[in-house]
Each structure stands twice: as C-alpha cells, then as structure tokens.
C-alpha cells in the first residue's frame, strides 16, 4: 500500500534525480538577504518576520539565499536564521554544519550563531548545531515522518568543496532528534537521485558515497560525523581539506550541511492577540541541575556476610528514605567516608545525612545485616526492613524494626519479627498506609506484638504501632521486590519473581490484590509484558488519578488503567535498562534503571522496540511528566556514573525541591577533581534557583503616531537578576527586543495596530504587560 506521504516522497525524489541528473543543484553562498524596502512576510526585519524559510519563499519568490528572521508561536520572537532559498525550489532552514567531531547532542554544538552567520568553507568546518528545542520550534510541531522532504544532507565531494551531494534521509520516526548514531529507522534515503529502501540514523549501509554512517570509529580518533563508505579517495587531516581523515584509513568525514524544510505558511503562524488587559507576568519553570551536587561524605565498602546472591549484588546503597531535615540511607555499605580519600568511619547497613549531605555522627544503630527499604511512621519514627536478624541487639528485630529518627534506639513496644524456614529471609519492600506497615519480600514466619509466631507467604502487614499482625495476607508464590498501596487504600500493588498469587497467574509478576485480605482483585485485565523472556517487575505505583506503573525486566516502563485493560503507554531502554525504582516528586514521576542509552517512547517491544514516536537519551534515570507521560529532555543527569553497572535502585525527594537517588553510584562529574566528583552510593540533584522572580512591569507604555510611524515610550522595569531587555508586542506577536525604553515601527500608514511591552531578564522570567494601546497610523 502506497501512502499519502510515501507517494509525496515518490514524486519528490523523482525531483531530486532530475536535478542531479541535469546538473542544477546549486551551491548556497553564505551572502546575507538584503533588508530594503521590507515587506511583511519577507524576513528581512524582526517586523517583517516569516514563518519559515518556505513560507517566506512562497510569499516573496525573488527571495536569495541569506539571513533572515522567523517568528511562529513556537519560537515566540523574531528569530534570525540561514535560509537556502534556491534549491529544489529553496525554502531551507540550515539546523547543523561541520567536518568532524559531531557532539551529536540533543543541547546542540557551537552556538546559533556560529549556524547562521558561518555557513561555509574551512571557517565553518568545527561543527555547530541547532539545539533540539530550537529545532523542534523551527518544525512547528510538524512530525519528522511529514517532511515530505525528509533531512537533506550536503556534503562536499571532493577535497576543495566545490563539488556536493545531495543526500537525503526520509525518516520512519516522528521527533526530531541529534542521536543520529543510535540507529533512528528511515523509511529510505536518497544518494545521488536514487532512492534506497530501509538504512537507519547509524549507517545507511552501501558503499562510497551512497554510505553515511555517523558513529565514531577508533581509526577516525573516535571522531563523529556524515561519513562516507569505502572507495572515496582525497580525504586528510589538513585544516582546509573538505574530506578529513585522521590519517590514511579512508571512510572521509565531509564537510557536511544539514538542512530541514517545513512548509509553514506566513497566516499559519499560529500566534494569538495581546489579552485586553495586557499579560500576566511568567516566571521560568523551575528545574533540576543536570550536574549533581557536591557530595561532602558518602557510604563505602560492600558487606555480603550471610546474604545469598540476589540482584542487584554489587550495589552498597539498596534504600533513602527523606524525613524532614534528616536522609537515612541503608544497604550493605559498610561505612561511612568524608570524600574520596578520607578513612572510613565504620557505621555499617544503615546511616544519617543532613540534607547538604553531611554525615550525622550521633545517629549510630547497630544493624546486623542490609537494610532494603525504609519508612517513616505516623508517630514520627524510623521502621526499617532488609534481611538483618537483629537491631541494638535485641532480639525479636529479624527483618523489621522500629527505631527512634534522632538516635537510633529501638522504640519501645513494637515487635515485628520475620523469618524464613526455606532459604534467606529478607523484607525487601514496605509501605505504609494509616497505621498499617505492608511488608513483601521473601519470608514464611511473621512474630508480632504478642503473638505467635503465624505462617504467611511473602507478603504481611502490620501494626506501626506495636507490630501486631494484621489480616492482609497475600500469598505471592515467589520473591516480591516492590509493593505500594493504593491512594484510596482499597488496593495494593505487587511486583516481583512470583508467577502467580494463590493460583491465579493473570497476576503473576505485576499482581493487584485488595488491602484489606489480599486476594487478587477480580476483573483485572491480563498484563502484557514486554518479551517472553524474563519477565519480573522491580517498581509498582498508583498515581492515584485511575492510572499505575509497573516496570522491571525486560526494560519495560508501562502506564496502564486501574483495572489494568488499557497500556496507556509503554517505554523501553537499550541499550542496558531494567526498571529499578519508581518516585513520584513534585510534578514528575522519575524512573531509575541501569540504562545508559536510550528510551524509546510508545512501544512495549524487546529486544527489537518496533513502532517507537521517539528515542531520547536517558542515563540511570529519566522523568516523566505526570500529568502528560511526556519525557523531559530538558534534564539529563549524563555525569552519573557506576562502578558496576547495576544503576540506581532507590528514589526520594526533600522539602528543599532537591532530588535524592542511591544504588552503584561512584561518580557525578567528569571535572578532572576527584573530590568534586565523587559520589559515595547516592547523589542529591537541586533546583536552579538562580533567579525565578519576573521583573517589575514597565511604567508610563506610551504609543504616538510620528509621521509614518509609531513611537514606543516606557519606565524601565527592575530586576534583582541584573539588566533586563524587552520585548515589543505588535497585535499578536513579538516585533523586536531592544535594550533601551523606546522602540519605533518605522511604517504604520493607512494601519491599526495594538502594542505593548513586557521585561525579559537574563533567566527568561518575563514581566507583566501594561494594557495594550491602540493607534491609527
């Protein structure tokens, strides 16, 4: 079946070979639009600002290859751009240009100034790219896979660049992104006129230069770029050489363009019109550093005594828990150490941090054994689980204990002791619900309170006051390693080894039972996991709006409905990725593996993740938002590091708006000063508070017609973030930023327009409007 944007490609690269067959495929030069005489819609003033290059194009056809501005709702102000306005039509925005040493980053290379006004030649060879979001405005919201045109690549062919190719890729994928080697599926791509079927992002495959493939190569010094396939002679290292190579191993990196064509028209810019009470005042959304903090002390050593192989096995951080001002970190650490190089202080499976990350030397249990998961009572207290078989000392304190948050001691009165007649005993997960502690793991004996020992099957729950049993006994068949109980407390959540509860399989691995007994709750919808492989679950939670996660193995994020009939979406990470941890802090949902590629968003297939909307990169752990499931791009924590690979198992945020993570955790920066860099188990990533306060409004907004045009007049706003600019509104847009308090639009004869202005600071935070003004020119 032919679709309509296939047909559309057809007819396209029919286009391209008759260009190249015909030999009128044209160098764009790197000469400046010129901006006399503007008209609207040419680009050729912020005033006079197109949609994009094709819509300016389309309206202005004379228009020559050059600078010019673009202002849509996305990109929200004129903003200056190169445009090929000859090939194929013309109507390109250049996005990208280099030889080699492509970052490839989503945050973009150089600046978009280097991109604009260094378009050619040996001078334009040290690449520089678009960032992502700049490029997703540029697009408008139009998907990848709707480019009719696809991506053009131009790439020099021989070594002085007065010959190019015109390479085409049609992508099969929808976002717009940089990762280029991580191998984004095409539909096909055009070489020379002629049009191939399959190839990816990574390496179309072929030879000479129907080949681009854009991963490094040790022979290439590890250098990223469009390089070409074997046979193509010319290339060297010399510094105007349009074909590099590292030395005499072939495969040229070209000098390479990369250009994109939307096709959005100058009245489809989608802009709206000043509010008739001018605009409220918008402060830059907080965010995460990308970059962890500083890490003052942290936990060391591993301490197996006892405990049998179980996954993960090398990580020393299994647990944090925030509670108030203190982090209590447990796991199978065996000290605890004041930077890289200091001595170990011995505080072994359970210690105290303020929420700077100092070490709190008066909070001393003594735990025998790890401590896997830890919570906080309603009477304001410590309860701890894992596979130790005492606390202090005291006997009765096998797998759960009560401790005192500031000290340390065991609270009085509570008993909750765990047991295993078959194999290790560990209670790996808890959570609390009023005065109920859920507990799962890998028990069969329960001692509480004042009873009897009792037989249970992996799951219990207890009093959080005194440790007396309660009724909630489900009977998962295998290892639980996480459990949450619903928002509304009529459900708990289950994942884990097991492949059944009771006998009912339509609940093993990621099980629903009800909170009050455990049975399986009926009517829930057979789970879909991502491969018949293994399938065990590593997080559970209720989000408590109708919708619950699971993730685990294989490499699996998955939102379902409450009853479990719908996958609202799915995710995938690979290379690398089991699902380790869970955590919903503030308005995302953070979700912790031990992944360090990609996460392909909208498919639930592994190993080979089919029918994906997009690949984004992800490193140890990623955030979604929780309102939309979208991916945050903007925060990629890409320092943090491991010693083993295991990745982070635990999650937690404190009241400062600061993001804590534990599990095989050695470094959080690449600085070259260890002690700057190192992590000890656990990392705590902040907010960028530099300035989140909009400037003041501007006073006494003037508007006076003068002769043809319109003068602007204004106070100067203040800031305590230091000098701001200003953006000038003209009916529904944004006409220019300037730095002074006076702006005029030079021709407004025979027209009404409506202006006002708002305040920028340096952080993007934007002032209150006054009311817009009116005039007749």
Known sequence: MSTPRRRRRQAFAAGIAALVAAGSFTLVTGQAAQADDALPGDGTTSITAGASCWGIKQEHPASGDGIYFLNTAALERPTRVYCDMTTDGGGWVLVGRGREGWTFSSWGQGSGALVRDTVDGPEAFAPAALSTVRIDQLLGGTPLDELSDGIRLERSLNSSG????????????????????????LEGYIADGTTYAGGTTRDTGGTGTRRMWTYEWASHDNKKGFAYGSGVSGGSSSATNHL????????????????????????????????AEGFDAEAVPSTLKNRSELAPWGVVGVDHTGESQIEPWKTNVLSLHVAGDRVYVGGRFTGVQQGPSATEVPQPYLAAFDLDGTWIST????????????????????????????????????????????????????????ARTTGPMVVRTIDLDGDLIYAAGSFNRLTGAN????????????????????????????HVVDLDVSVDGTRVLLGGYFNRIVEDENHGYFGIVDASVGNPVPGIGAWQPSTTRAKYQQAVLDLGDGRIFTGGSEHNIQLWDWNRQNLLDAAITKAGGDTQAMEVVGDYAYVACHCGD??????????????????????????????????????????????????????????????????????????????????????????????????????DFDVQVEGPGAVLTWGASTDDGGTVSYDVYRDDRVIASVWGTTFTDPDIAGENHTYTVRAVDPQGNRSSSPAPVAVNG
């Open 244 to 275: 590099w190579t590292a030395g005499g191993e072939g495969y040229p990196i070209p000098f390479t363009r990369v250009w994109l064509r939307p096709e959005i028209a100058n009245d489809q810019a989608g802009f709206t019109p000043i509010p």
């Open 363 to 418: 909070f001393r249990p003594e735990v025998e054994g790890r401590v896997w998961d830890i919570d906080t009572t309603p009477d304001g207290n410590l309860v701890i689980a894992g596979d130790f078989t005492s606390v202090n000392g005291a006997a009765g304190t096998a797998g759960m204990a009560k401790l005192d948050p500031d000290t340390g001691e065991l609270v009085a009165g509570f008993k909750a002791d765990f």
């Open 598 to 699: 990609w996460v392909y968003e909208g498919t639930n297939s592994w190993p080979t993740p089919t029918d994906y909307r997009s690949k984004e990169p992800i490193n140890l752990v990623g955030r979604w938002d929780v309102e939309t499931w979208n991916y945050d791009t903007s925060w990629y924590p890409s320092s943090l590091h491991g010693e083993y690979g295991e990745g982070i198992w635990t999650i937690d945020g404190d009241d400062e708006g600061c993001l804590w993570v534990g599990g095989d955790l050695k470094r959080g920066g690449w600085s070259g000063n260890e002690a700057n860099d190192w992590l000890g188990g656990f990392a705590r990533f902040c907010q960028d508070v530099a300035n989140l306060q909009p400037p003041t409004e501007p006073t």
């Open 451 to 478: 009873w009897g020992e009792i037989k249970v099957t992996n799951a219990a729950n207890v009093s959080a006051d005194n440790g007396r049993p309660g009724q909630w006994r489900p009977q998962p068949r295998s």
């Open 162 to 185: 007065s010959q190019r190719q015109d390479y085409r890729l049609l992508p099969d994928y929808q976002d717009w992104t940089w990762d280029l080697p991580a191998g984004e599926p």
